[in-house]
């Protein structure tokens, strides 16, 4: 590569990273994978740890009943409700499942994403692509989607315990609240909801808000590598042709942080849906099991498209630390080792 040419995301984000051409042996392939899955749980899990206590939030906003009047007046209430009710803890309630989901959430995103780029070459690109180190920004952008539908599939029972551990439970002396979801406790074990789910819905019950889940990691996939793809170019060009290409830690965390919040804002009203579907709050909305464009039609009728959008200010101030120290750590791991 000529040294004035500015290296596209997979050489500039990730280094070594690039997708590996059929040619390499099996044992390098694995040898990546195995970074890919070992170096992005890590960086997840710290990522999720900064941004824990703002995604309890926003998961309370959101699955406010409907029916009933606000509990919440917007972020800070909330926030300074939960911790008088029950402290800090309270705002990490449930962490144990989605810190563990987060790293493999994050592994799957970077391994799917590789995976991704390796299937498009050797099947829709054209020939002169399928050896090229550096694939172009479209083939990155629909990499990208790839890998978040793909990682949709493990998500989406861990946001569903996540989800019901993080709203408060109700009491009959608490009006604001609705449905318990066969629990009365303030306090509830990620067991305690794994066995409700199950002997109420199945297995397949840990799928519910599926399309939810599906739609928002689809295009916040997308949105995640398109936006530090397009982030790293840019520092890239800025830079003089004898000075070393990697990225410096604040242009890494400055691309990551807007990756982090493209990712979130892309296609939020899907996730507001998905939180009231695995919320058990459906009552509300006419009773039984409601399909996705149900609950949708019902939340904009009711709150209109504000309520589509409930939570997304606190989720971009959380996204942008998250996503910028798992981009960070992600890339500082894959140089030092």
Known sequence: MDSKTAPSFAEATLGSHAPLTTKEPIATKASEAMRDIAFGSFAGMVGKIVEYPFDTVKVRLQSQPDH??????????????????????????????????????????????????????????????????QLPLGPLVAAGAMSGATTSLILTPIELVKCRMQVPLPSPLDPHLGPSNGFHSSVVSPLAVIGDVYR??????????????????????????GFYEVAALYFRSCQTADKDTSL???????????????YNFSFYPADTIKSKIQTGDLADMGGGRQTFLGVGRALYRTHGLKGLYRGCGITLLRSAPASALIFTIYEGLRKAF
């Open 200 to 225: 109420r819905d199945g297995l397949a019950g840990f799928w519910r808000g599926q399309l939810g889940t599906l739609l928002r990691e689809t295009g916040g996939g997308a949105a995640w590598f």
């Open 68 to 133: 009933l009047p606000l509990r919440y007046t917007g972020p800070l209430d909330c926030f300074r409700q939960g911790i008088k009710q029950d402290g800090v803890r309270g705002l990490y309630r449930g962490v144990s499942a989605p810190l563990l989901g987060a790293g493999a959430e994050t592994a799957c995103l970077f391994f799917s994403y590789r995976t991704a780029q390796n299937i498009l070459k050797a099947t829709i690109l054209p020939p002169e692509m399928k050896d090229m180190d």
């Open 248 to 262: 410096t830690i604040t242009e890494s965390m400055l691309a990551g942080a807007g990756a982090g919040m493209a």
